[in-house]
Protein backbone atom coordinates (compact mmCIF):
# COMPACT_ATOMS: atom_id res chain seq x y z
CA UNK A 1 0.00 0.00 0.00
CA UNK A 2 1.28 3.54 -0.82
CA UNK A 3 0.38 6.71 0.52
CA UNK A 4 1.71 10.13 -0.19
CA UNK A 5 3.21 12.39 2.07
CA UNK A 6 4.37 16.12 1.63
CA UNK A 7 8.20 16.61 1.05
CA UNK A 8 10.56 18.71 2.95
CA UNK A 9 10.77 20.99 -0.17
CA UNK A 10 7.07 20.81 -1.20
CA UNK A 11 7.10 17.79 -3.26
CA UNK A 12 4.49 15.48 -3.02
CA UNK A 13 6.42 11.91 -2.42
CA UNK A 14 5.54 8.15 -2.03
CA UNK A 15 6.68 6.08 0.54
CA UNK A 16 6.09 3.00 1.68
CA UNK A 17 3.83 1.82 4.93
CA UNK A 18 5.87 -0.25 7.61
CA UNK A 19 3.86 -3.57 8.59
CA UNK A 20 4.61 -5.75 11.23
CA UNK A 21 4.43 -9.66 9.49
CA UNK A 22 5.11 -12.88 11.09
CA UNK A 23 8.67 -12.25 10.67
CA UNK A 24 8.85 -9.21 11.82
CA UNK A 25 8.75 -5.29 11.18
CA UNK A 26 9.55 -4.59 7.85
CA UNK A 27 9.77 -2.01 4.92
CA UNK A 28 9.16 -2.21 1.32
CA UNK A 29 11.81 0.84 0.79
CA UNK A 30 14.63 -0.18 3.61
CA UNK A 31 15.79 -2.93 5.74
CA UNK A 32 14.75 -1.77 9.66
CA UNK A 33 15.61 -2.39 12.92
CA UNK A 34 13.95 -4.31 15.66
CA UNK A 35 14.62 -2.93 19.13
CA UNK A 36 15.27 0.64 20.13
CA UNK A 37 17.68 3.17 18.67
CA UNK A 38 21.57 3.06 20.24
CA UNK A 39 21.83 5.90 22.53
CA UNK A 40 17.72 6.09 23.33
CA UNK A 41 16.75 5.54 26.96
CA UNK A 42 14.38 3.02 26.56
CA UNK A 43 13.32 3.34 30.14
CA UNK A 44 12.75 6.73 30.98
CA UNK A 45 9.89 7.93 32.68
CA UNK A 46 7.45 10.42 32.15
CA UNK A 47 4.06 11.01 32.26
CA UNK A 48 2.74 12.73 29.88
CA UNK A 49 -0.78 14.55 29.85
CA UNK A 50 -2.05 12.58 26.36
CA UNK A 51 -5.40 13.10 25.49
CA UNK A 52 -5.35 9.84 23.47
CA UNK A 53 -1.72 8.24 24.09
CA UNK A 54 -2.76 5.36 21.92
CA UNK A 55 -3.17 5.86 18.56
CA UNK A 56 -2.85 2.96 16.91
CA UNK A 57 -1.75 -0.58 18.65
CA UNK A 58 0.75 -1.22 15.61
CA UNK A 59 2.55 0.69 12.93
CA UNK A 60 0.33 0.45 10.33
CA UNK A 61 0.17 3.71 8.75
CA UNK A 62 3.35 4.88 10.36
CA UNK A 63 6.43 5.58 8.41
CA UNK A 64 9.24 7.12 7.23
CA UNK A 65 9.36 9.89 4.81
CA UNK A 66 13.01 10.46 4.33
CA UNK A 67 15.27 8.35 1.80
CA UNK A 68 17.38 6.09 3.51
CA UNK A 69 15.94 6.33 6.89
CA UNK A 70 15.34 2.84 9.16
CA UNK A 71 12.26 2.57 11.66
CA UNK A 72 11.12 0.16 14.18
CA UNK A 73 8.33 0.34 16.85
CA UNK A 74 9.82 0.92 20.19
CA UNK A 75 9.77 -1.22 23.24
CA UNK A 76 6.79 -1.48 25.66
CA UNK A 77 7.39 1.00 28.17
CA UNK A 78 9.30 3.30 26.03
CA UNK A 79 6.59 6.05 26.54
CA UNK A 80 5.28 5.39 29.81
CA UNK A 81 1.68 6.69 28.99
CA UNK A 82 1.65 5.27 25.65
CA UNK A 83 3.26 2.66 26.01
CA UNK A 84 5.38 2.36 23.02
CA UNK A 85 6.91 4.79 20.10
CA UNK A 86 8.49 4.77 16.63
CA UNK A 87 11.67 5.17 15.97
CA UNK A 88 13.39 6.15 13.49
CA UNK A 89 17.21 6.15 12.49
CA UNK A 90 18.72 8.68 9.84
CA UNK A 91 21.43 6.72 8.77
CA UNK A 92 23.50 9.70 6.78
CA UNK A 93 21.11 12.62 6.42
CA UNK A 94 22.01 15.68 8.40
CA UNK A 95 18.79 17.42 7.03
CA UNK A 96 15.39 17.94 7.28
CA UNK A 97 13.97 14.00 8.48
CA UNK A 98 10.39 12.83 8.58
CA UNK A 99 7.80 10.57 10.41
CA UNK A 100 4.78 10.19 8.74
CA UNK A 101 1.33 9.04 10.83
CA UNK A 102 -1.54 7.45 10.06
CA UNK A 103 -4.06 9.66 8.21
CA UNK A 104 -7.57 10.68 10.11
CA UNK A 105 -10.51 11.75 7.91
CA UNK A 106 -11.46 15.60 8.40
CA UNK A 107 -14.09 18.24 7.32
CA UNK A 108 -13.03 21.75 5.65
CA UNK A 109 -13.04 23.95 8.30
CA UNK A 110 -12.59 22.01 11.14
CA UNK A 111 -10.48 23.15 13.66
CA UNK A 112 -7.75 20.42 14.73
CA UNK A 113 -5.22 19.94 17.65
CA UNK A 114 -1.89 17.98 16.79
CA UNK A 115 0.23 16.98 19.74
CA UNK A 116 3.22 14.46 19.83
CA UNK A 117 5.84 13.84 22.22
CA UNK A 118 9.49 13.55 20.73
CA UNK A 119 12.54 12.58 22.11
CA UNK A 120 16.34 12.03 20.37
CA UNK A 121 19.31 9.58 21.20
CA UNK A 122 20.99 12.03 23.13
CA UNK A 123 21.43 14.65 20.20
CA UNK A 124 19.93 18.37 20.31
CA UNK A 125 17.79 19.21 17.32
CA UNK A 126 14.49 20.59 16.39
CA UNK A 127 10.82 19.13 16.01
CA UNK A 128 7.66 20.65 14.77
CA UNK A 129 4.51 19.23 13.51
CA UNK A 130 3.30 19.25 10.00
CA UNK A 131 -0.47 18.65 8.30
CA UNK A 132 -0.70 17.79 4.76
CA UNK A 133 -4.13 18.02 4.02
CA UNK A 134 -5.51 16.14 1.09
CA UNK A 135 -9.23 16.01 -1.17
CA UNK A 136 -8.69 12.34 -1.69
CA UNK A 137 -4.77 11.48 -3.03
CA UNK A 138 -4.60 15.14 -3.80
CA UNK A 139 -2.74 17.89 -1.87
CA UNK A 140 -5.18 20.84 -1.45
CA UNK A 141 -2.70 22.43 2.03
CA UNK A 142 -0.50 22.31 3.98
CA UNK A 143 0.50 23.66 7.67
CA UNK A 144 3.59 24.12 9.58
CA UNK A 145 3.93 24.17 12.99
CA UNK A 146 6.42 26.09 15.43
CA UNK A 147 10.08 24.32 15.79
CA UNK A 148 10.58 23.21 19.22
CA UNK A 149 14.19 22.86 20.51
CA UNK A 150 14.67 18.88 21.50
CA UNK A 151 17.38 19.13 23.81
CA UNK A 152 18.45 15.18 24.03
CA UNK A 153 18.66 15.37 27.13
CA UNK A 154 15.44 14.15 28.73
CA UNK A 155 13.22 11.18 27.29
CA UNK A 156 10.39 13.84 25.73
CA UNK A 157 9.12 17.08 24.61
CA UNK A 158 5.59 17.60 23.99
CA UNK A 159 5.16 19.55 20.54
CA UNK A 160 2.47 20.95 19.45
CA UNK A 161 0.18 22.83 16.39
CA UNK A 162 -3.29 24.12 16.13
CA UNK A 163 -4.75 23.61 12.56
CA UNK A 164 -7.77 24.48 10.87
CA UNK A 165 -8.68 22.04 7.69
CA UNK A 166 -8.72 24.13 3.86
CA UNK A 167 -11.80 24.32 2.07
CA UNK A 168 -12.07 20.43 0.22
CA UNK A 169 -9.95 18.89 2.75
CA UNK A 170 -11.17 15.60 3.48
CA UNK A 171 -8.02 13.42 4.97
CA UNK A 172 -5.34 15.18 7.39
CA UNK A 173 -1.86 13.66 6.91
CA UNK A 174 0.54 14.34 9.69
CA UNK A 175 4.21 14.47 9.95
CA UNK A 176 6.54 15.56 12.84
CA UNK A 177 9.65 16.65 11.58
CA UNK A 178 13.07 17.12 12.87
CA UNK A 179 15.82 19.25 12.00
CA UNK A 180 19.49 19.23 13.17
CA UNK A 181 20.22 16.03 13.85
CA UNK A 182 23.88 14.15 13.36
CA UNK A 183 24.48 11.18 11.06
CA UNK A 184 23.36 8.03 12.27
CA UNK A 185 21.31 9.90 15.17
CA UNK A 186 17.52 9.61 15.26
CA UNK A 187 13.98 10.75 16.22
CA UNK A 188 11.32 9.20 18.29
CA UNK A 189 7.88 9.87 18.61
CA UNK A 190 4.05 8.63 19.61
CA UNK A 191 0.98 10.64 19.20
CA UNK A 192 -0.72 12.31 22.21
CA UNK A 193 -3.77 14.33 20.77
CA UNK A 194 -4.74 13.69 16.94
CA UNK A 195 -8.47 14.78 17.39
CA UNK A 196 -11.05 17.75 16.58
CA UNK A 197 -10.87 20.66 18.36
CA UNK A 198 -13.62 20.92 20.82
CA UNK A 199 -16.49 23.56 19.45
CA UNK A 200 -17.46 25.96 22.27
CA UNK A 201 -21.18 26.60 22.75
CA UNK A 202 -22.84 29.44 21.41
CA UNK A 203 -22.48 32.84 23.41
CA UNK A 204 -26.26 33.43 24.54
CA UNK A 205 -27.96 36.77 23.31
CA UNK A 206 -29.06 39.38 25.39
CA UNK A 207 -32.92 40.70 24.81
CA UNK A 208 -33.26 44.07 25.52
CA UNK A 209 -35.94 44.92 28.19
CA UNK A 210 -39.83 46.06 26.54
CA UNK A 211 -41.95 48.76 28.02
CA UNK A 212 -45.16 47.32 29.74
CA UNK A 213 -47.56 49.68 31.04
CA UNK A 214 -47.93 50.00 34.72
CA UNK A 215 -50.91 48.01 35.86
CA UNK A 216 -52.48 47.86 39.52
CA UNK A 217 -52.24 44.75 40.97
CA UNK A 218 -54.47 43.68 44.09
CA UNK A 219 -51.58 42.89 47.11
CA UNK A 220 -50.77 39.57 47.78
CA UNK A 221 -48.57 38.01 50.45
CA UNK A 222 -45.48 36.93 48.99
CA UNK A 223 -43.60 34.54 51.07
CA UNK A 224 -39.95 35.81 51.51
CA UNK A 225 -37.62 34.45 49.17
CA UNK A 226 -34.44 32.57 49.83
CA UNK A 227 -30.86 33.14 48.48
CA UNK A 228 -29.14 30.88 46.67
CA UNK A 229 -26.20 29.67 48.29
CA UNK A 230 -22.66 29.66 45.83
CA UNK A 231 -22.72 27.63 43.08
CA UNK A 232 -21.98 24.06 43.96
CA UNK A 233 -19.20 23.53 41.93
CA UNK A 234 -18.44 20.80 39.09
CA UNK A 235 -16.57 17.46 39.51
CA UNK A 236 -14.27 17.10 37.18
CA UNK A 237 -13.14 13.48 36.73
CA UNK A 238 -14.45 10.95 39.22
CA UNK A 239 -12.47 7.27 39.99
CA UNK A 240 -14.56 6.39 43.05
CA UNK A 241 -14.47 2.61 41.46
CA UNK A 242 -18.33 2.52 41.39
CA UNK A 243 -18.49 1.07 38.30
CA UNK A 244 -17.02 -2.38 39.65
CA UNK A 245 -14.04 -2.16 36.73
CA UNK A 246 -10.95 0.41 36.53
CA UNK A 247 -12.81 1.93 33.45
CA UNK A 248 -12.90 5.53 34.89
CA UNK A 249 -9.32 5.65 34.56
CA UNK A 250 -7.61 6.49 31.30
CA UNK A 251 -4.20 4.63 32.01
CA UNK A 252 -3.14 1.11 34.63
CA UNK A 253 0.16 0.18 35.21
CA UNK A 254 1.29 -3.09 36.43
CA UNK A 255 3.82 -5.70 36.19
CA UNK A 256 2.72 -7.09 32.55
CA UNK A 257 0.34 -4.24 31.09
CA UNK A 258 0.66 -1.16 30.52
CA UNK A 259 -2.15 0.75 28.97
CA UNK A 260 -6.14 2.07 28.91
CA UNK A 261 -7.68 0.43 31.46
CA UNK A 262 -11.19 -0.09 29.04
CA UNK A 263 -8.83 -2.81 27.21
CA UNK A 264 -7.46 -4.46 30.73
CA UNK A 265 -7.78 -8.12 31.19
CA UNK A 266 -8.47 -9.40 34.58
CA UNK A 267 -6.92 -12.28 36.62
CA UNK A 268 -4.09 -10.75 37.80
CA UNK A 269 -3.41 -9.95 41.33
CA UNK A 270 -2.07 -6.63 40.69
CA UNK A 271 -4.80 -4.60 39.79
CA UNK A 272 -8.33 -5.98 41.43
CA UNK A 273 -11.63 -4.52 42.70
CA UNK A 274 -12.78 -5.50 46.12
CA UNK A 275 -16.47 -5.71 47.45
CA UNK A 276 -17.59 -4.04 49.70
CA UNK A 277 -15.70 -0.17 49.54
CA UNK A 278 -14.88 2.44 52.20
CA UNK A 279 -17.78 4.42 50.60
CA UNK A 280 -20.11 2.40 48.61
CA UNK A 281 -19.79 -0.75 46.64
CA UNK A 282 -16.59 -1.23 45.71
CA UNK A 283 -13.02 -0.22 46.09
CA UNK A 284 -9.81 -0.84 44.33
CA UNK A 285 -6.94 -3.12 45.28
CA UNK A 286 -3.42 -2.54 44.48
CA UNK A 287 -0.78 -5.46 45.28
CA UNK A 288 3.31 -5.41 44.66
CA UNK A 289 5.16 -8.66 44.85
CA UNK A 290 9.15 -8.74 44.54
CA UNK A 291 10.00 -8.04 40.86
CA UNK A 292 7.19 -6.45 39.95
CA UNK A 293 9.10 -3.45 37.97
CA UNK A 294 7.88 -3.16 34.80
CA UNK A 295 10.28 -0.07 33.38
CA UNK A 296 12.49 2.25 36.01
CA UNK A 297 13.18 3.04 39.00
CA UNK A 298 10.42 0.81 41.46
CA UNK A 299 7.85 -2.00 41.93
CA UNK A 300 4.63 -0.79 41.07
CA UNK A 301 0.80 -0.98 40.12
CA UNK A 302 -0.64 2.47 39.63
CA UNK A 303 -3.74 3.97 38.35
CA UNK A 304 -3.33 7.10 36.04
CA UNK A 305 -5.47 9.95 36.12
CA UNK A 306 -6.19 13.10 33.41
CA UNK A 307 -4.60 15.57 33.63
CA UNK A 308 -6.21 18.79 35.24
CA UNK A 309 -3.36 20.60 37.18
CA UNK A 310 -2.53 23.49 35.47
CA UNK A 311 -0.78 26.71 36.17
CA UNK A 312 -3.63 29.23 38.18
CA UNK A 313 -6.07 25.91 38.67
CA UNK A 314 -7.82 25.65 42.07
CA UNK A 315 -8.97 21.98 42.50
CA UNK A 316 -9.91 19.70 45.15
CA UNK A 317 -9.52 15.76 45.80
CA UNK A 318 -11.08 13.18 47.91
CA UNK A 319 -9.56 10.02 47.77
CA UNK A 320 -9.61 7.10 50.90
CA UNK A 321 -6.74 4.83 51.44
CA UNK A 322 -5.57 1.79 54.07
CA UNK A 323 -3.23 -0.39 53.95
CA UNK A 324 -3.09 -4.03 54.88
CA UNK A 325 -1.70 -5.41 58.51
CA UNK A 326 1.51 -6.78 56.37
CA UNK A 327 2.32 -3.72 54.94
CA UNK A 328 5.76 -3.39 54.52
CA UNK A 329 7.33 -1.56 56.86
CA UNK A 330 10.54 0.63 55.35
CA UNK A 331 12.21 4.29 56.21
CA UNK A 332 12.58 3.81 52.22
CA UNK A 333 10.28 5.29 49.77
CA UNK A 334 6.36 3.65 49.46
CA UNK A 335 4.39 6.33 47.16
CA UNK A 336 0.93 5.67 47.76
CA UNK A 337 -0.53 8.51 45.87
CA UNK A 338 1.00 11.44 43.66
CA UNK A 339 0.43 14.25 41.65
CA UNK A 340 3.36 13.57 38.86
CA UNK A 341 5.43 16.52 37.01
CA UNK A 342 5.07 16.49 32.54
CA UNK A 343 8.99 15.94 32.90
CA UNK A 344 11.02 12.83 34.05
CA UNK A 345 12.14 12.46 37.85
CA UNK A 346 9.80 12.32 41.19
CA UNK A 347 6.71 14.34 41.35
CA UNK A 348 6.39 17.84 43.24
CA UNK A 349 3.32 17.03 45.74
CA UNK A 350 3.01 13.14 47.03
CA UNK A 351 1.63 11.16 49.96
CA UNK A 352 4.25 8.50 51.00
CA UNK A 353 4.16 5.82 53.43
CA UNK A 354 7.45 6.10 55.45
CA UNK A 355 8.16 3.84 58.89
CA UNK A 356 4.88 3.42 60.42
CA UNK A 357 3.74 7.09 58.96
CA UNK A 358 2.13 8.68 56.19
CA UNK A 359 3.71 11.42 54.74
CA UNK A 360 2.66 14.43 53.14
CA UNK A 361 6.01 15.51 50.62
CA UNK A 362 6.86 18.45 48.22
CA UNK A 363 10.16 18.80 46.30
CA UNK A 364 11.61 21.95 44.48
CA UNK A 365 12.83 19.61 41.12
CA UNK A 366 12.28 16.83 39.50
CA UNK A 367 16.14 15.33 39.57
CA UNK A 368 18.99 15.98 40.66
CA UNK A 369 20.84 17.89 42.95
CA UNK A 370 18.05 16.11 45.55
CA UNK A 371 17.77 19.05 48.20
CA UNK A 372 14.88 20.70 49.41
CA UNK A 373 12.80 17.53 49.84
CA UNK A 374 10.66 18.26 52.59
CA UNK A 375 7.88 16.23 54.79
CA UNK A 376 5.35 19.33 55.40
CA UNK A 377 2.86 16.90 57.20
CA UNK A 378 3.12 13.69 58.82
CA UNK A 379 -0.02 11.32 60.34
CA UNK A 380 -0.07 7.99 62.04
CA UNK A 381 -0.54 5.58 58.84
CA UNK A 382 -3.09 2.76 60.57
CA UNK A 383 -2.17 -0.34 58.95
CA UNK A 384 -5.42 -1.76 58.66
CA UNK A 385 -7.39 1.41 59.15
CA UNK A 386 -9.56 3.72 56.34
CA UNK A 387 -9.04 6.77 56.71
CA UNK A 388 -10.48 9.82 54.63
CA UNK A 389 -8.78 12.65 52.71
CA UNK A 390 -9.58 15.67 50.79
CA UNK A 391 -7.02 17.64 49.92
CA UNK A 392 -7.52 21.28 48.50
CA UNK A 393 -4.56 22.72 46.00
CA UNK A 394 -4.38 25.77 43.84
CA UNK A 395 -1.21 24.81 41.52
CA UNK A 396 0.89 26.94 40.49
CA UNK A 397 4.85 27.54 39.51
CA UNK A 398 5.04 30.80 42.00
CA UNK A 399 4.83 30.03 45.59
CA UNK A 400 3.16 32.82 46.72
CA UNK A 401 0.18 31.87 44.64
CA UNK A 402 0.36 27.77 44.62
CA UNK A 403 -0.96 26.47 48.25
CA UNK A 404 -2.18 22.96 49.66
CA UNK A 405 -4.77 22.46 52.41
CA UNK A 406 -5.48 19.25 54.04
CA UNK A 407 -8.28 17.39 55.70
CA UNK A 408 -7.78 13.80 57.09
CA UNK A 409 -11.25 12.20 58.42
CA UNK A 410 -13.27 15.36 58.36
CA UNK A 411 -10.17 17.02 60.74
CA UNK A 412 -8.02 20.17 58.97
CA UNK A 413 -4.85 19.66 59.47
CA UNK A 414 -1.72 21.77 60.48
CA UNK A 415 1.48 21.24 58.36
CA UNK A 416 4.64 20.84 60.23
CA UNK A 417 7.31 22.03 58.61
CA UNK A 418 8.17 24.58 55.88
CA UNK A 419 9.48 23.62 52.28
CA UNK A 420 12.98 25.64 52.30
CA UNK A 421 13.24 26.42 48.67
CA UNK A 422 9.82 26.22 47.48
CA UNK A 423 7.66 27.70 49.89
CA UNK A 424 7.46 31.55 50.84
CA UNK A 425 7.82 31.25 53.85
CA UNK A 426 4.33 30.25 55.08
CA UNK A 427 4.00 26.42 55.87
CA UNK A 428 4.60 25.32 59.54
CA UNK A 429 2.07 26.15 62.01
CA UNK A 430 -0.28 27.42 59.65
CA UNK A 431 -3.26 25.22 58.16
CA UNK A 432 -2.53 26.62 54.64
CA UNK A 433 1.09 26.17 53.03
CA UNK A 434 1.88 28.16 50.77
CA UNK A 435 4.67 26.17 48.20
CA UNK A 436 5.22 26.01 44.19
CA UNK A 437 3.80 23.02 43.29
CA UNK A 438 4.16 22.97 39.46
CA UNK A 439 7.94 22.70 38.43
CA UNK A 440 9.42 26.08 36.39
CA UNK A 441 8.56 25.51 32.59
CA UNK A 442 6.04 22.45 33.10
CA UNK A 443 3.20 22.13 31.97
CA UNK A 444 1.23 20.68 34.91
CA UNK A 445 1.00 17.42 36.62
CA UNK A 446 -1.82 14.29 37.06
CA UNK A 447 -2.91 11.91 39.84
CA UNK A 448 -2.40 8.64 40.60
CA UNK A 449 -3.73 6.30 42.59
CA UNK A 450 -0.38 3.65 43.45
CA UNK A 451 1.36 1.34 45.42
CA UNK A 452 5.11 2.07 43.88
CA UNK A 453 7.82 1.47 45.96
CA UNK A 454 11.78 1.12 45.93
CA UNK A 455 12.57 -2.06 44.53
CA UNK A 456 14.64 -2.59 47.73
CA UNK A 457 11.43 -3.22 49.93
CA UNK A 458 10.95 -7.02 50.07
CA UNK A 459 7.94 -8.48 50.55
CA UNK A 460 3.99 -8.65 49.27
CA UNK A 461 2.14 -5.72 49.95
CA UNK A 462 -1.31 -4.06 49.66
CA UNK A 463 -2.94 -0.77 49.23
CA UNK A 464 -6.74 0.09 49.41
CA UNK A 465 -8.05 2.96 47.39
CA UNK A 466 -11.65 4.20 47.28
CA UNK A 467 -13.48 7.47 46.72
CA UNK A 468 -11.14 9.40 44.18
CA UNK A 469 -12.63 12.83 42.74
CA UNK A 470 -11.49 16.02 41.54
CA UNK A 471 -13.64 18.82 41.97
CA UNK A 472 -13.38 22.75 41.29
CA UNK A 473 -14.88 23.25 45.28
CA UNK A 474 -14.80 21.56 48.10
CA UNK A 475 -18.75 20.90 47.93
CA UNK A 476 -18.93 19.05 44.99
CA UNK A 477 -16.64 16.56 45.67
CA UNK A 478 -20.11 15.32 47.99
Same mark, same amino acid.
Given at each position: ?44 ? #? ?7 ? %? ?45 ? #? ?20 ? #? ?31 ? %? ?190 ? %? ?58 ? +? ?26 ? +? ?41
Amino acid at each position: MMIRKRGVAGVVCAVAVLAITAAGLSAAAAPTQTGPLPGFNPYGT #PVNGCGNPI %LETDTAGWSTLTPGMTAARGLPGDHVVAGWDYNARNGDNTGPVGIGL #PPRPVAAGQTWEFSADVRTGGD #PAQARVEVDWLAGAALVGHDDGAWFDVDGARPY %LRIAATETAPPAATVADVIVRAQGLDAGSGIATTMCTYLPKATPPPPTTTVPPTTVPPTTVPPTTVPPTTTAGPPPGTVLFNGDFETGNFNQWPLCQTHVYNNPCTGMPGGDYALTIEHPGFQGNSAARLEVHDGDQPFCCGERAQLVGPSNETEGRDLWYSWDVKVDTQFPTSNSWQVLMQWHSTVDGSPP %LNFLAENNNIVLETRPRPNQPYTGITNVWTGPLDKGVWHAYQVHVRWSSNANIGLVELWR +DGVRQTFTATPPENSNGTCAGTQTCHIS +DIYPGDPGNRPMLTYYRDAAINGVGVVHHDGFRVATTQQALG
